[in-house]
């Protein structure tokens, strides 16, 4: 069994989730052992958290914490790190860079989950940060999958819907925002919708007529593969 330490990502909820979902997927499949995992808390002020969030600006000045917090867990002899948070992925080259053990990405592990299911054509929604720098539709295109996102006006609404979750707002009022949102991509013949910004999975919609899936879902479960390697 291997040790994965965790670089905490924008907001506190989505990192205990992503733990807790770790632990009990591992006891599923070995109930002789927990498995091992090391969190790192980034210690990242909240003005540059809010700003790249809500403005998708700032983002240069993250990288630093990260690449800190990447080197306490290769000391603590962790096997892998991973980063349950989409946007900072725009970082996981800077990171790969600065350790020598290997940095699972959600991006590709997505991707993988998407090809392997044969889906062709994706909707997606996510932070305007993941959107400006294109994670995914990059590796879209390298991988043959055609994708939709919001208009501007329902990217702005998004926005402040993950603004919302990682200052700790839960409400209806965003849950059914995020539903119409999903709603209209089934005018666009999607295959299937990807949340990609992990704060997301606190108000994960069901709508009968479209498969959903939420990023931090595949990345847990690819984590639970390596850990039980």
Known sequence: MKTVGIIGGLGPETTSEFYLDLVFSCQKKDKNHRPSIIIASVPLPYKIEEEAISKGTGFERIPPFLIAEAKKLEKARVDFIVM?????????????????????????????????????KVGIISTSATIKNKLYENAFEQNNIEYESPDDLQ???????ILNLVTGVQNNKDREELIRIISDFEKKNVDCVVLACTDLQLLIPKLPS?????????????????ILE
């Open 84 to 120: 349950p948070c989409n946007s900072l992925h725009i970082f996981i080259e800077d990171i790969r860079s600065a350790v020598k053990i290997p940095v699972l990405s959600i991006v590709e592990e997505t991707v993988k989950f998407l090809a392997k299911n044969k889906f062709k």
């Open 155 to 161: 990217q702005a609404k998004m926005g402040k819907i």
């Open 210 to 226: 479209l498969k959903i899936f939420d990023t931090m879902k595949i990345f847990a479960d690819s984590t639970v593969e390596k």
